[in-house]
């Protein structure tokens, strides 16, 4: 057990930390601060995030997780009227399988929308056919969502009449039928068994979101 | 199977401390004052805190060592009514604590607990409520890193002539991911 405020005291106590870290990194079971096991470790398995769902989706029919076991799955939450971080990370996700090549044909991405009202099947459908027509989008009641979102510790909430404060936000008209969504912006990496293996964002490398791609393709 | 030499000082350093506390029950004279004592309070209270502490890092300490016989997380506890929710599991007597206990170590050989700063809060009388966050790091058979945040809230009690004891603890799971606890608002 490490307590997270104690500082080592002293050259001779962080000696002898230094030299119980390699004792214990020669030995091959380190896991780093990260929570990973070095680069030649295995990706972490996240055991309280995640879990088997099912809902309607946007191939006309419900699907559920399991139906992706052999594949790695990138999970992210969002909805179709969101006009700019929603947008931004479905286009780095199709970087990202673009970028794969070939080896895309193992990965499978998935949008859960925090907007099932608006976002039908069939709206979801047309809209992830602008990034990538194997893109699959999951609506359902707003309780099969939420019980979705919260297998995955997502937070959302949708708020009328948000005040504004900088140029271009005040450029924008807000009717009474307008609304935002706030919501968990993460995008998780599941491996071929369904477990959480990373998170990720809009603006992680794609490199390096390649790597844990390909690391996972590989297990 | 490794046992960290951090882990086994802290572990042999909390066996000594419930020894040393047990051996003074009803040992030490309480002070005859009608007034309190601002000082002797400070310290009281630091006592209580190092005492709660040493609880915590103990209970840990037994989950991490194979060595350390399972049934020893019972002498932590008060000796009724105590409840643990641990894992979603509601736990209220000694024989389902053990059987998590054995589950865990089971299901995971070698477990290291990473706690955050432990915050305690005196709740009036002789029970202290503490609150803190960890991670587990675990290795499966299979040599599998699984990895979980949660945080904690205990209600204990302690009194100045026995050793401090688990009344209740809850767990709750956090996302463990550094900086994805914010939200953004999409326009």
């Known amino acids: ?45 996240h055991d309280d995030v995640g879990g088997e769902f099912s809902a ?39 970087a990202l399988v673009r970028d794969l090549g070939k080896a895309s044909d193992g990965v499978q991405v998935l949008l859960v929308t925090v907007d099932p009202e608006n976002d039908t099947a069939d709206h979801l459908e047309q809209y992830l056919a602008r ?85 996972l393709l590989n297990e | 199977m490794k046992t960290s030499p951090i882990f086994t000082s802290r572990l042999v350093l909390f066996l000594a401390t419930l020894s040393a506390l047990g051996a003074g029950i009803g040992g030490s004279p309480e002070r005859a004052s009608a007034t309190p004592d601002p000082v002797a309070q400070r310290d009281s209270s630091k006592d209580h805190e190092a005492q709660i502490e040493s609880l915590i890092q103990g209970w840990f300490a037994v989950l991490e060592d194979p060595n350390v016989e399972a049934k020893t997380l019972s002498g932590l506890l008060a000796e009724a009514p105590f409840e643990l929710l641990l894992d979603g599991a509601v736990i209220h007597d000694r024989g389902a604590l053990l059987a998590w206990a054995s589950s865990l170590r089971s299901t995971y050989p070698q477990i290291e607990y990473r706690l955050d700063p432990i915050h305690i809060h005196a709740e009036g009388g002789d029970r202290y409520r503490v609150r803190f966050e960890f991670d587990r790091h675990a290795l499966d058979d299979a040599g599998l890193p699984h990895v979980v945040r949660r945080e904690h809230t205990w209600i204990v009690q302690s009194s100045t002539s026995e050793t401090p004891v688990i009344l209740r603890i809850e767990e709750r799971p956090l996302i463990f991911f550094p900086g994805t606890g914010s939200q953004i608002v999409c326009y």
């Open chain 1, 1 to 45: 057990m490490q307590t997270r405020d104690r500082v080592p005291q002293g050259m001779i106590a962080t000696l002898l930390i230094a030299m119980c870290s390699l004792l214990v990194a020669s030995s091959g079971q380190l896991i780093n601060s990260e929570g990973q096991a070095g680069s030649e470790k295995p990706l972490p398995i």
């Open chain 1, 56 to 94: 309607p989706s946007s191939l006309g029919r419900d699907v559920s997780l399991s139906e992706f076991r052999d594949k790695v799955v990138l999970l992210f939450f969002g909805y179709t009227s969101c006009q700019d971080v929603c947008p931004a990370t479905l286009a780095h996700l199709q």
């Open chain 1, 131 to 215: 990034f990538d027509t194997r893109f699959v989008g999951l609506t359902g009641t707003r309780k099969e969502v939420d019980r979705i979102a919260n297998l995955f510790m997502v937070k959302h909430d949708r708020s009328h009449g948000i005040e504004v404060s900088n140029e271009y936000n005040r450029a924008k008209t807000f009717t009474d039928h307008s609304y935002l969504y706030s919501h968990s912006q993460q995008i998780y990496l599941l491996d071929k068994a369904g477990r959480t293996r990373a998170l990720f964002f809009t603006g992680s490398p794609l490199e390096e979101m390649q790597d844990a791609v390909i690391a």
